[in-house]
């Protein structure tokens, strides 16, 4: 086949259906969850990740591609020859499943054509769609002039050690693309900053209703859907504090229950969880169950009233560091974790996500006022529009959509920003529902299908080059 005009990507993608389906059902069934307890050489992230990270590599020399594993911090399957690298950088670790699923998150059954798995979307579902778009080109003969290599990430939920591992080790790629985010393509993405703030102690011994405990979330990186708190306080405020809560969670469509038990009242409050760079898409169940407490009659704790004077608002107006800019839109920000038992000083940890444009220096300041630190840090990223990348893209994109390949900015932390010349492209089409992180995540085999022929054909363009 000489001339690549006349390849017919979605053909090839489709005589390959089942396989993919197959493939991608096998690998979604492995629980690759960080888990500290079965750290070990080898295995810097639990066994978990491992067993994922050595499945998929075993796959890549069943192919015929050379394959590497970096002692257990990332891997990759690569082909092909030459001075030249297009990366293609993906993760195959996940968010825990959390609760509420209408099937096992691991079993990847198929509901109504959709694939349904922790994972399906963010980001294994793309890993497969990549690795058999690099299938394609091979099994197709087809000759390129860049080697392709596929960087298999193991620890991109939590704090990219293994990218950071194996830039220590590897080459960086010419070009990339990282396929953990939407379609078009994405080439401005905001600056990430994780921070832990603190609430000092402060002693409610003597006040008629006292907070005990206020858990919720687990992850910086999502909107926490359940809140529990514990109150101690006498009989009567029991009764009257269920009746209001209940009227609560009714006048705002929650749900939730009041509970005495062991001489406290347990509150727990749920709300809807989302990816911790779309906070206005959840429902934040800590900041609404912290809104209720704060007008509970006789409770006054720091720990709340910082939670509703600061935290109510998705664009941080209340920690005084909103901001925004024409690349990439406004900051945003999400409080991820909190955590606090009486007698001890509260921690709340604080997603935020700044424009691109915007120099952290000048938002920061806004936090001052607050005791707090900072955990992790992402610069913003950012490839100009008439970059080769940027224009090979767009060009396959228009080609097997008919559809304009607009450039985004997104909030989301995407390996782009670890690649000197890379940009986040699909697996998200822009009509399809986004359920990464979420409950009952899920991937269409359409959009599958469709994603792989777009990466076939943009591998083969961008290693051709
Ligand atoms: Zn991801």
Redesign the pocket.
């Known amino acids: 086949m000489s001339d690549k005009m006349e390849i017919n990507w979605l053909k090839e993608v489709k005589n390959r259906r089942d396989e993919i389906v197959y493939e991608l059902r096998e690998f979604l069934q492995y629980d690759s969850v960080y888990d500290e307890k079965t750290r070990k050489a080898g295995a810097p992230f639990g066994t978990k990740i491992e067993a994922a990270l050595l499945h998929l590599l075993n796959l890549g020399k069943k192919a015929n591609f050379s394959v590497r594993n970096l002692e257990g911090y990332a891997g990759y399957i690569e082909m092909g020859q030459g001075e030249e690298s297009v990366g293609i950088l993906c ?1 195959i670790d996940v968010v825990p499943p959390g609760e509420g699923w209408s099937s096992p998150p691991f079993a990847a059954e198929i509901q109504n054509d959709r694939i349904v798995a922790r994972g399906a979307l ?2 294994k579902g793309p890993t497969i769609a990549a690795f058999f778009a690099m299938r394609i080109i091979h099994e197709l003969n087809l000759s390129i002039k860049r080697r392709v290599r596929l960087i298999i990430g193991t620890d ?1 939920e939590r704090n990219w050690e293994c990218v950071d591992f194996y830039f220590r080790h590897e080459e960086m790629p010419t070009v990339g693309i990282v396929p ?1 985010a939407d379609f078009p393509i994405i080439v401005a993405e905001k600056g990430v900053l994780d921070v832990e703030v603190s609430i000092p102690f402060h002693d409610t011994s003597e006040h008629p209703v006292r907070l005990q405990t206020f858990y919720a979330g687990e992850r910086l990186n999502m909107v926490p859907d359940r809140a529990i708190a514990s109150l101690i306080c006498s009989h009567e405020s029991t009764e009257a504090i269920k009746a209001s809560f209940d009227h609560f969670i009714e006048e705002h469509q929650l749900e939730g229950k009041a509970k005495a038990e062991n001489g406290l009242l347990m509150l727990t409050l749920e709300g809807k969880s989302a990816h911790g760079s779309t906070p206005e898409k959840g429902i934040n169940a800590a900041v609404k169950l912290a809104q209720f407490l704060h007008h509970v009659n006789g409770l006054s704790d720091p720990f709340i009233q910082f939670i509703s004077e600061h935290l109510r608002e998705t664009n941080g107006a209340g920690l005084s560091i909103a901001c925004s800019d024409d690349v990439s839109g406004p900051l945003t920000m999400n409080a991820g974790r909190f955590a606090y038992t009486y007698g001890e000083a509260g921690t709340i940890g604080v997603n935020i996500r700044y424009p691109v444009t915007v120099d952290i220096e000048t938002f920061l300041a806004g936090l001052q006022a607050h005791n707090h630190r900072i955990m992790n840090h992402l610069k913003p990223s950012y490839v100009e529009k008439d970059h080769p990348l940027i224009r090979t893209l767009q060009t396959v994109y228009k080609r097997q959509t008919g559809e304009e390949a607009t450039l985004l900015a997104i909030g989301g932390g995407t390996y782009a920003r670890a690649l000197k010349t890379g940009v986040a492209f699909g697996p998200l089409f822009p009509d399809e529902e986004d359920t990464a992180h979420q409950k009952d995540e899920s991937i269409s085999i359409d959009q599958l299908l469709r994603a792989t022929a777009l990466y076939a054909e943009a591998i083969y363009e961008l290693a051709s080059q």
């Open positions: 993760h963010d980001d991109e953990d």
